[in-house]
């Protein structure tokens, strides 16, 4: 029997879920296999970095050896063995590419594949009027990349990738690193803190508005290699800054740890945007392979009128395990988190936020929408602390499930500690399906029962869509559907 | 295990001697399960707070009572009133003991049986209990457990009047008192039951009560919590619910010095229901902890929940509540509210109200507040001419209302109603 037109179609429908998960044929220099102190020392050394900072890994190395991994989180997963990774993998490069022209093509053309072009006078995603992105493309664990610096060099915005920065503006670097995340934080912060190989830099001076949008654009291609990059951001006094990340990698039947460290420092009067579209490699749909995301992402208001916005449309991993958070230090500081969680097939989501409010007036928002479909679990685990001294502090906080299937699961653990009279905290959630209604009456407008899931699944998600910026919203629309395809029916 | 805290090793020094003093000391069934309580115990210890059903509730004052020694502790909240309540049938135990002479059973209905633990397990009848995994004051209570409420119902029976349940405890008592009440009811039988804790001087209370609903079974069930403002009341329900039963619990703390009030329901038959409701009023230092879990563990059933707080001077108040819809549980409905008033710069809430949810077609939520007296009301009635104090007192009364309504036995009502405006009137 011939196949059908359908089936051909299917197939391809299929094959197009993970477009991101081809294999890059590119030469790499890797670090011996393993984690010990020499690693530590290797990669440093590769780095070039002054002493202090080996120092700093050195510590965080020791502290993590006594540390224990975290089980508290609704995941389960096979143990890490940590001697099985390779903690420094990076292309080969004769020398050092002094300009965009000089970069490997074979690079170029990885990221021209993703989409994302590392060409300066392109416009991201072809949509007409877009402001110029500038982007820092980190290629497994070093920075082959970043664009627009000259035109953000005159602005005097900084943006580099952070080794760089090391030895360029090493007394930003000492002051602020591990200033939000200290080493001593949790096991994979400590670990992070010990072998992180590259990451971006960027310091909006006083009162500059960034001109553009900037962007980390992470890919991991080598294989058994572990991602461990590292994010500073500083915005000093009135500054506002808008910075997006995004993250791919290639599929493969083994599992592989990206543990990632994001510190802000918001000063006096300023802002930082931060978007995420993580979509990483999720594992098949049987739950083979898949990248094992733990992520510490942390913003401190230290000034007075601060603000900060979260906003994070996860899709990918098969584990994910992050809570990007705000320490809400300065009077009147903002903190904002909007984030939507899609888990489907096996993926293991639990991720949510921290507001920790001490200054007066601080205020967060909180809007979390969870989807689950096939077998996937989905946590929502946050917490809102309201210090003694947080007057007048405010917070609202709403939590949605989605549950499309019976054999998924959706589960909350919110975490609400008040000792301030004067607080108002309000917290909901819900927890249901899609309904019957809804469905019947998109198919019979003439939709396919995939397109009305996904119709209906961006409305409830459009909350959190309408916070990014243009160029990921679309991106950002378009997964939601692709990420829960196969899960009707 | 030689890190024990030091109550913990004074109860595990003391296990012989005691268990051969302790009520079914003859029995060899009785004496396994005690053995049993005391090994689940010693490997637990009282929970600290990494203990994550813990957290927000620190035992040291209990556990390690010399580190508090020296510490000037706060004037304790003043002492919970002797309202009457008048009862036609009342058991009452003084000191973790039942006292024929205060109690009032005669007239009971045929089919109702009330006896006390003490004597079935001194006559051997054999009791079930829930597994103490992971729970230590329910393994320490069956280790310890010296007397209680052993009550059924038989089938279709009905009371119409209140059974009054009534535990005293007098005077200080290093040890604690662990008592087992056990509430089973047949097919088709309804009771209200009020449970009230009082007393005076520093004790260490840890009542353990296991509910059995047969189908079409209902249980109203109040209980007010009035222990001494010195004591420590740790107390812990476990209810299970067969077909279309119905188990309303209504608690209201206003006593002790550290209170915790641990209920689970477990939902294993069709089209039953769970209401756990309550209110809790402190002052003074006191810390008051709720703790709920309710199982959905079949289709077609329901719960609620409702808490509400008022904390004052430097009172503190918990709330964890979880509601947990097992696997091809469908067509469940769930909801919890809990919502605090701070009324001091002092006073703090912690709230964790959490969902585990394997099922699809179901509708869940859960609220949480907590903030200060809503100031436009405040100023709204006193441009009425109403002094500010009494403007509080009002907002305070119409806050804890709508829960008090839930309170479905007019003379329980009335009764905590009383309760809580005598404690507002103190203030």
Not at chain 1, 224 to 236: H, K, N, P, S, Y
Not at chain 1, 385 to 404: E, P, Q, W
Not at chain 2, 410 to 422: A, I, P, T
């Amino acid at each position: 029997m011939a196949v059908s037109q359908e089936t051909v179609e299917q197939v391809a429908s299929v094959s197009e879920k993970y477009k991101y998960g081809f294999v890059s044929d590119i030469e790499a220099e890797t670090a011996p296999i393993g984690l010990s102190e020499d690693i530590v020392r290797f990669i440093s050394a590769k780095k070039e970095e002054p002493e202090w900072l080996l120092e700093w890994r050195l510590k965080a190395y020791r502290y993590w050896l006594s540390m224990e991994e975290p089980t508290w989180a609704k995941v389960d997963y096979p143990k890490i063995d940590y001697q099985d990774i390779y903690y420094y993998s990076a292309p080969k490069t004769k020398d050092k590419p002094k300009s965009l022209d000089e970069v490997d093509p074979e690079l170029l053309a990885v990221y021209e594949k993703l989409g994302i072009p590392l060409k300066e006078q392109e416009v991201l995603a072809g949509v007409e009027g877009a402001a110029n992105v500038a982007v820092d493309a980190v290629f497994d664990s070093v920075s082959v990349a970043t664009t627009f610096r000259e035109r953000l060099e005159k602005e005097g915005v900084i943006f580099c990738p952070i080794s760089e920065a090391v030895k360029n503006h090493p007394e930003l670097v000492k002051k602020y690193l591990g200033s939000v995340v200290p080493y001593t934080d949790n096991f994979f912060a400590a670990l992070n803190s010990a072998v992180f190989t590259d990451g971006s830099f960027c310091y909006i001076p006083k009162g500059v508005r960034c001109p553009m949008e900037l962007s980390t654009y992470f890919r991991i291609n080598a294989a058994q290699t572990g991602q461990f990059e590292r994010t500073l951001i500083i915005a000093d006094d009135a500054s506002y800054v808008s910075y997006l990340e995004g993250c791919t990698a290639p599929m493969r039947d083994e599992n592989q740890l990206h543990a990632a460290v994001v510190e802000l420092v918001i000063l006096d009067d300023a802002e930082i945007k931060y978007s995420t579209v993580q979509n990483w490699y999720p594992g098949d749909e049987n739950g083979v392979g898949g990248i094992y995301n733990f992520v510490t992402k942390r913003a401190a208001c230290r000034g007075k009128n601060a603000k900060v916005s979260w906003t994070q449309v996860e899709t990918g991993s098969a584990i994910t395990w992050k809570y990007p958070s705000c320490i809400l230090q300065g009077d009147n500081s903002i903190g904002e988190f909007y984030s939507i969680a899609i888990t489907n097939n096996l993926q293991q989501a639990d991720t949510g936020t921290k507001m920790i409010h001490l200054g007066k007036n601080t205020s967060s928002t909180i809007i979390s929408k969870g989807i689950s479909a096939g077998r996937a679990q989905s946590t929502y685990r946050g917490l809102v602390r309201m210090g003694r001294k947080a007057d007048h502090a405010r917070n609202h906080t709403v939590c949605d499930s989605l549950l499309i299937g019976d054999k998924c699961g959706a589960h909350t653990v919110p975490y609400i500690e008040n000792q301030s009279r004067t607080a108002k905290i309000e917290h909901e959630a819900t927890t249901s399906k899609v309904s019957e209604e809804q469905l019947f009456y998109c198919q019979q407008r003439g939709l396919s029962e995939e397109e009305s899931m996904a119709l209906i699944v961006n409305g409830f998600c459009k909350e959190v869509l309408q916070k990014l910026p243009m160029e990921f919203a679309v991106e950002a629309q378009k997964l939601v559907g692709i990420s829960l395809e196969g899960s009707v029916g | 295990m030689s890190s024990l805290t030091p109550l913990a090793q004074r109860y595990i020094d003391r296990f012989d001697t005691a268990a051969r003093q302790l009520p079914g000391a003859d029995n060899r069934s009785v004496s396994d399960l005690r053995r049993a309580g005391l090994e689940a115990f010693a490997a637990l210890d009282f929970p600290h707070r990494k203990v994550e059903e813990w957290k927000f509730t620190n035992l040291t004052a209990l556990t390690k009572p010399t580190a508090n020694e020296g510490r000037v502790a706060p004037a304790p909240a003043p002492a919970i009133p002797d309202q009457p309540f008048e009862a036609r049938f009342e058991m009452v135990f003084v000191n973790g003991r039942f006292s024929a002479a205060e109690s009032r059973l005669d007239g009971l209905p045929e089919g109702i049986s009330v006896t006390s633990l003490a004597d079935s397990l001194g006559n051997g009848t054999v009791l079930s209990f829930p597994s103490q995994e992971k729970r230590a004051f329910l393994a320490l209570n069956t280790a310890f457990m010296e007397d209680g409420l052993v009550l059924s119902v038989a089938e279709g029976v009905v009371l119409d009047d209140i059974l009054v349940v009534t535990f005293r405890s007098e005077g200080d008592q290093e040890t604690g008192r662990h008592l087992r009440n056990v509430i089973t009811l047949a097919e088709g039988s309804s009771l209200t039951l009020l449970e009230r804790h009082v007393g005076a001087g520093a004790y260490f209370s840890n009542p353990v009560t296991e509910v059995s609903l047969a189908a079409d079974a209902r249980l109203d069930h109040y209980k007010l919590q009035a222990e001494s403002p010195e004591a420590f009341h740790l107390a812990f329900t476990d209810a299970e619910l067969a077909e279309r039963a119905d188990y309303r619990n209504f608690s209201l703390s206003i006593g002790a010095k550290l209170s915790r009030n641990e209920l689970t329901t477990r939902i294993l038959g069709r089209e039953a229901e769970s209401h756990l409701n309550g209110a809790y009023l402190m002052r003074g230092s006191q810390h008051c902890d709720t703790t709920t879990l309710t199982e959905h563990r079949v289709p077609d059933t329901n719960s609620s929940q409702v808490y509400k707080g008022v904390l004052d001077d430097h009172a503190h108040g918990v709330f964890q509540g979880k509601i947990h819809i097992f696997p091809d549980a469908q067509h469940v409905a769930g909801d919890q509210l809990s919502k605090a008033l701070l009324l001091s710069d002092y006073a703090a809430v912690d709230c964790k109200p959490e969902l585990e949810i394997y099922a699809d077609d179901v509708k869940c939520s859960h609220g949480a507040t907590s903030g200060e007296l809503d100031e436009q009301a405040l100023f709204y009635l006193q441009s009425r001419g109403i002094p500010l104090a009494s403007a509080r007192k009002m907002l305070i009364e119409a806050f804890l209302a709508d829960v008090l309504e839930t309170v479905g036995n007019e003379r329980v009502k009335v009764y905590f109603d009383g309760l809580s405006r005598h404690w507002l009137s103190e203030a």
